[in-house]
C-alpha cells in the first residue's frame, strides 16, 4: 500500500471532485450526439480487439471480465491479444503495459492513482480502461466502472444482475481520472464474502474474500484488539506482572477485561518486536492493528501512577494509548514503510489526547458511538464532537461504522436515509478508510441486498446520491414491486423518527405500532400480488418480506399487552391468524435456508426454531393460568443477549422446558451472561423461570444463582439471590424479581460460583400486569404533576401514601423518598425533613442511597432552622455514607465548611477546602467549594 502526504491527499481529493464535473459523460440516458461517440459493436459485430500484457494477472482477469460481459450485451466476440507493433487497427488497452502503446506519455504513476484510482481515457476510435503501473486493483477497477456507467450493467447481488442487450454499443468520448478517497472499502454483508461480487462492487475490505487474480483484498493484520494477540498473558503475565494493567494496587489481564501497562517501556519493546515478526511473516500486510482489548472501560484500563497521569495530563486515556502506539510506529516504519499502523479510537479512548498527535503512518479507527439510527452523525453531537475533534489532529481516520441491529439481524431496521449524508460526513472529515459493519449473517436480513449495492457504491463515490441508488436498485431489482416497497421503506423509517428522536434499541421494534405494522402488510401484500406472474420478483419479494413476518411473531404478545395496559383495543390478528403466520414462516425458512445462517453475529436460526414451534400454542405458566392472554407476556430466551455464547452460555435440549430447549449456565462463573431488554412497558412484574441442577447431597445453606433488575440510566438495580435448599428438586420454577418500570434497563440471571450447583436452566422470562403498580404508578405521576404546579404539600402528602405503600407499589423507594423530601423542604417543613432523616438513620433496613437523600436534605434544613451544629453532624454524616469520588462526598465537605464558617470557626472551615481537597471533587463541585474558600480567605 502506498503511503500519501498532505499534499497527495489534496490531489487525490480534487481527482475525487474532478470525475463528478464529468459525470455528464457516465449518465445513462444523457448520451452525447452520435459524432462524439466511438462505436465499439455495430448489429452484433465488432471490428475491436482487447489488448492486454501476459505479465499483468489482475489486467488479464479485467480483460477476459471485459470481454465477456460485452459478448452478452453485443452478441460479438472481442478477441484478446497481446500488444505490440501490429495489433488490430482499433483496440480497447486494459492494464498499464498495454495503455503505454496507445499513448507513452500517459502519466500512470502509482503516487498519483495508488493501488485503485482508474483511467479511463479515449484517443482516437481506441478506448484505455487501466489503472496505475504496479497497482493491485485500478484496472479491473476501471473496466468495472466503464462496464457499468457507459454500457450499463449492474450486479446487484453476487448471482442476480442486469445485462442490457445492446448489438450496437457506442460510448462517448472521455478523458476520466478517478482516484477513491476511501483507500479501504468494506460494505460487510453476506453477499460480499462472495470475492468476484465484492471486487465488481469496487470494496477490497479485509473480510472480503477477493481472489489474487482480482485484486485481492486491503489486508489487516490482526484485525483489532491486538494487545493480547501480540503479547498473550498466558505467555508473559507470570513473569512480568508488571507489563499487564494495574487495577486496585495489583496487576491483573482479567481474563481479556485488562489491557497493557503503556508506560512501560520493557513490554513496549517485547511488543514491537512481536509485531515486527508478524508482518515479516505477513508480507502482503497492509496495515497491522496494534489496539486495545474490547469490551473495556476506563476502569479496566491501567491505573499505575505513570499511565494515569499521562492520562490525566493528556485529559484522555487516548494519550497514553496514542503515545505507545506512536512508539511501536515508529519502529515498525524502519523496515515497513510501506505498512500503516491502526489504532482503535473507541469506548474509553474515544476522546483524543491534548497535545499528542498521531505519526505520519498512523491510522485512527474511530468507532461510531451514536444511540440514534435515524439521525445524521452531523446532528448527533455525542459522536460529531468526538469525531471532528480527531479529524482536527489526525491526517486521516478510518471509520467503523454500525449499519445493523446486532441483537437480531432479522428485523427492520430504519437507517437507510442516514447512509449516504453520514459516508459524505466522514469523508469530509479526512476519512480514508471506512468499515460499514452490516448483517454479515443472513441474507434475508432487512433488505440486506439494497444494503449491500447501495453502500458499496457510497464508499466508492460519497457524492452519489444515496435517495437515488436506493430507487435504482429498488426499481431494478424488485421490478413492478418497486413502489409498494419503497412505500414501505417510508413507512417504516417515518415510524422510527416519530420514536424517541429516532433513538432505535438494539433489539426489539417499540417504534413499530401496531398500525404500521397492519400497513406494512398491506403493502407487502401489494407487491407479492404484482409479482405473482414472476417467479424470480416473487422469490425475492417473499424474501425481503422475513423480517417483518418475524417481528409479527416476535412482538405480537408484547404489542397487545402494550395495547391492553394503555386501555386501547388491539386492531391486529387473531392468535388463529398467527398460528398460520408462523407455519409459513417455518415453511418459507426452510425454502431461504435460513436454518443455516445467524439471526445475531454468534447466534444461529435454528436455535429459533424449537420456541417458534410452540410460539401460539397455549402453554402459560401457572402463575398467569387464570389470567387473560393479554394481562401478560412471555420472552422465549431467543430474544435475550447473551455474553460468551458457546463458553459462559449453551442451548441445551431439556424436556421439560416449555419449548424442550433452555439456555444453560454452567455454575462455575458470576457473570451476568444472560439478559434481556425489554421495551417501553408500565409498571410490571418480572418473573424468571429456572430450574438448578445440583449436585447430589449438595450442602443446602448455600446460594444457587442471583437474578435482577438493572437500571442503566441510574446505574443501580434491584436483585434475588434463592438458595440450593428452595432450588434442590430439579424442577421448574417462576422466580419473582419485583416490578421493572424502567425504560432503559434489563432483566438478567447469574450463576454464583457455587460448586455445589452444577448448571442453571433458563426457560422463558414473562410480564404481568400489576393493579397496584398501576394505581401507584397514576398516583405517582399526579404527585410530580403536583410539584411540578409547586403544589408542595399536596404532592408531599401523596408521596408520604406512596411510601407506606412502597412495595406494592413496585415504584424506586429511592426516588420515592428523594420526591417526598425535597417536597418537605420546598413547603418549607425542615424540622418534618430532619425527623423523617432521623427514622431512615435508625432503620437497619436503609440502604446507603436513602441515607445519602437523607442527610443531604437535613443537612439544608438544619441551615434553614438555623441549627448549624446539627448541619455540621449531617454534613459529616453524607461524607462516610459516600464514596470519596462522588458528588455527594464533596458536597459533604462543603456543608461542614459552610456549617461551620456559620459557627464563626473560619480557620477550621479554611483548612477543611485545602486546594488538595478542593482538586479532588469533581468540576460541578469546585467552583462552589473554591468560591467558600475565597470568601474564607478575606475573613
Known sequence: MTKFNNSQIKSRIVLTISIFLLSGQFSMGKTPSEANNIFLSEAGKTVYSIIVSPDDPVANTAARELAKHLQQVTGADFPIVRPGKNHPAQVIAVGPDAAKTLLPDLDLAFSKLGNDGIVIKTSGKNLILTGASKAKRGTLYAVYEFLENQVGIRWWTSSESRIPANPSLSVPRTDIVYVPQFIYRDAFYKDMFNGVFAARCKCNGHAERIPPEYGGNCRILGWCHTFYQLLPPRKYFKAHPEWYSENNGKRTFSGGRAQLCLSNEEMRREFTKNAIKWLRKNPDAAMISISQNDACSIKNGCNCRECLKLAEKEGSPSGPLLKFVNRVAEDIEKEFPHVYIVTLAYQYTGKPPLTIRPRKNVIIRFCIPRKSFSQPLSENKTCSRKLEAWSAIAPRLFIWDYLACYGNFLQPFPNLKTLGPNIRYFAKNHAVAAFEQGDNGTSCGDFVQLRAWVTAHLLWNPQLDAQKLIREFMDGYYGKASKPLLAYLELIHGAAAKFDSGNIPGQGTPWLLPQDMIRANELFDRAESLTRDNPALSWRVRRARMPLTYTWLREYKILRFRAKTAGKQFCGPSVSDMSALCQKFLTTAEEFKLQQQKYTESLW????????????????PKEVSTLADDDWFDVPMTNCRFWKMGKLVHWADDPAASSGRAVKMDGNHTEWAVQYVPPPLSPVRCYVVIRCDVKPGAASSGPAFTAGIYDNKNRRGTSISKTVALTADGKYHAYDLGV??????????????NPEVKALYIDRIFFVRDPDCEKYTAM??????LQKAKKYAEAATIFAVILENISASGLPKNRVTSSYLHN????????????FAEKTMANPHSDNSAKIICCWL?????????????????AVNLQSFSSPKERNYARGIIYQAMALKLQKKLKTAAALLSEEKIAAMPPSQQKHASKLAAGLKTK
Open 605 to 620: 436460526v435454528k436455535d429459533l426454531i424449537p420456541e417458534l414451534k410452540i410460539r401460539f400454542r397455549s402453554c402459560p
Open 824 to 835: 418537605l423542604y420546598w413547603n418549607r417543613k425542615y424540622q418534618e425533613v430532619v425527623d
Open 740 to 753: 421493572y418500570y424502567l425504560k432503559n434497563g434489563y432483566v438478567w440471571v447469574a450463576p454464583v460460583n
Open 858 to 874: 437535613a443537612c439544608l434544613s438544619c441551615r434553614d432552622l438555623q441549627k448549624y451544629a446539627d448541619m455540621e453532624k449531617w
Open 780 to 785: 405517582y405521576k399526579q404527585a410530580l404533576q
